[in-house]
């Protein structure tokens, strides 16, 4: 089992911008695996999890936006910019940043040496959501479904975050 916690975003996070941003909200999970682990490895694990794979199918489903495991690999390696709902925003040689299709939202992987153990890897796995312009107070805030599904999103991160991880390692 790993252990999956909040962290705090690295400096140099390709997210940082969105951290940053007045009324957006972003999260960092963490962990770390055995032994020296890619970022595409990770990528590719972290999106043909069968958790991952549930949701590949509701977006096929509710949004016409299908996606393989192929699909899945060809974005590790660099050779897509696209998967399903997201396009990739930024990549560097040890995270990717993906936006979804409409703007709102961010998905951000990263890879690093574990602060605890030179053997290990660190995997992080973090969300951004942009706030919305309400029409009648005209403020920025985050929606009514963010806010309902917001207990969700947290379990949900955590149990993505630990399913890569397993498949990293089996």
């Not at 794979?53 to 936006?65: P, T």
Request: proline share 4%; with cysteine; hydrophobic share 40%.
């Amino acid at each position: 089992m790993f252990e999956i916690s909040l962290g705090v975003l690295p400096e140099k996070a390709l997210m940082g911008e969105y951290a940053a941003k007045d009324g957006c909200f972003t999260d960092c999970y963490i962990t770390d695996v055995p032994g020296q682990v890619s970022l595409a490895s990770y990528v590719e694990a972290f999106y043909t999890t069968l958790l991952f794979k549930l949701e590949r199918v509701v977006l096929q489903v509710a949004l016409s936006l299908p996606s393989t495991d192929e699909d899945a690999r060809q974005l590790a390696l660099g050779e897509t910019d696209t998967f399903s709902a997201w396009v990739v925003e930024a990549r560097t040689g040890d995270q990717i940043l993906l936006a979804d299709r409409k703007g709102r939202t961010r998905s951000w992987l990263m890879v690093g040496p574990s602060p605890q153990d030179d053997d290990k890897t660190r995997l992080y796995f973090g969300s951004a959501v942009l706030p919305v312009h309400n029409e009648e107070t005209g403020d920025r805030e985050m929606s009514a479904g963010f806010k309902a599904l917001s207990g969700f999103h947290n379990v949900y991160a955590q149990a993505l975050l630990a399913a890569a991880a397993r498949k990293l390692v089996n």
